[in-house]
């Protein structure tokens, strides 16, 4: 039944890997009426992988330059949701964002895959604006897991194929290994044939989540965006799942909307967001030194597990 769905278009395949909730999808598809907007531009080309000028790898470079955006349907009093942001995240590095709720992270982290466009200033991926890249070769470069997993109504290795159709068993199992969850789909009496999602087999967010990172592992993407959970997972598979995310973010770009003081205080770059605006970037050390909104929230929040989202 997910076979059916592989040829579907590009964004329908990041609207699937946002592994969304139903907020987020209607958002998608209010998008996708948009279409136009998103048609490759004349001339468009695939995400470049070759070196820049100095001869460094372009592939998993991630670039804001003077980024404002403000959603079409903003209910605020007409400032823009992200105002003048530039950064740049080079290749395998870790950066987290983070700040007050309703600063404008999320919102970064569309931007990349350009499930919405800038409207001033330019994102640049691999080097690129993506305006110029074909969108499909874009998307197949990033890699989201978030929140909410979305899971077909199909079985556990549709639902893995659906990152790689092409993948063998032996690189499914691979995968669902290095993500954690192999075990306990082993442990079902159909195994990988066990079907999922909606009127499926009752997966917990833990293991959802892990089978969300399996996919991202089976994509091999560039570039993997991370949502951190901030709902209830108990500590044990909190620390099961956090170890098959450190390892799907290791030698590749990651852009984490960090809710874990763990995850934060190792980055090798953190990003302060407050009214849309980056408030303070550095590492936890230079930051803590610094002592400005990053210290507080830090100083705040040390006692408790997670980094300041309010
Ligand atoms: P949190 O930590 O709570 O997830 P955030 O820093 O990720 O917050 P964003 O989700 O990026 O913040 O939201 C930034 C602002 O844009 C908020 O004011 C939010 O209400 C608004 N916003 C987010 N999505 C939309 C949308 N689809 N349409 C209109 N406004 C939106």
């Keep these: 039944q997910a076979r ?6 590009a964004l329908m395949r990041v609207a699937l890997d946002l592994q969304t909730s139903g907020a987020l999808f209607a958002r998608i ?3 996708l009426d948009l279409r136009p907007a998103i048609t490759d531009a004349p001339g468009a080309r695939p995400v470049p992988t070759g ?5 460094r790898p372009l592939l998993g470079r ?22 003048d942001v530039s950064f740049a995240i080079e290749p395998g590095q870790y950066a ?24 001033g200033g330019a994102v640049r991926f691999a080097g690129a604006d993506v305006r110029d890249l074909e969108h499909e070769s874009l998307v197949s470069n990033i890699g989201i ?23 063998t068993d032996a690189e499914l199992e691979a995968a669902a290994r290095a993500a954690n969850i192999h075990d306990t789909i082993a442990s079902f009496p159909e195994g990988y044939d066990t079907v999922v999602g909606e009127r499926g087999y009752r997966l917990s967010g833990g293991e959802k989540q892990r089978i969300a990172i399996a996919r991202v592992l089976l994509k091999d993407p560039a ?13 044990i598979s909190e620390r099961v799942v956090q170890a098959a995310l450190d390892d799907a973010s290791r030698g590749r770009t990651t852009i984490a909307i960090a809710h874990r003081l763990s995850t934060v205080v190792s980055a090798d770059v953190i990003f302060v967001v407050v009214a849309g ?23 705040q929040q040390a006692e408790q597990p997670r980094v300041p989202t309010a």
């Design 223 to 235: 570039v993997l965006v991370l949502d951190e959970a901030t709902s209830a997972l108990d500590t």
């Design 29 to 31: 598809f209010e998008y």
């Design 277 to 299: 605006r980056i408030a303070e970037r550095g590492t936890h050390a230079e930051l803590i030194a610094q002592g400005g909104v990053y210290a507080s929230l830090y100083r």
């Design 145 to 167: 897991v978030s929140q909410e997993t979305y899971l077909f109504h199909a079985s556990i290795a549709d639902n893995l194929r659906y990152a790689r159709p092409d993948a």
């Design 96 to 119: 987290a964002f983070v700040g007050p709720s309703g600063a404008g992270k999320t919102t970064v982290s569309y931007l990349v895959p350009r499930l919405y466009e800038a409207s």
């Design 62 to 83: 991630v670039e804001f330059d003077h980024v404002s955006f403000r959603y079409p349907d903003a209910d605020d009093d007409g400032r823009p949701t992200l105002d």
């Design 51 to 55: 070196t820049d000028a100095a001869g």
């Design 4 to 9: 059916l769905l592989f040829p579907l278009m």
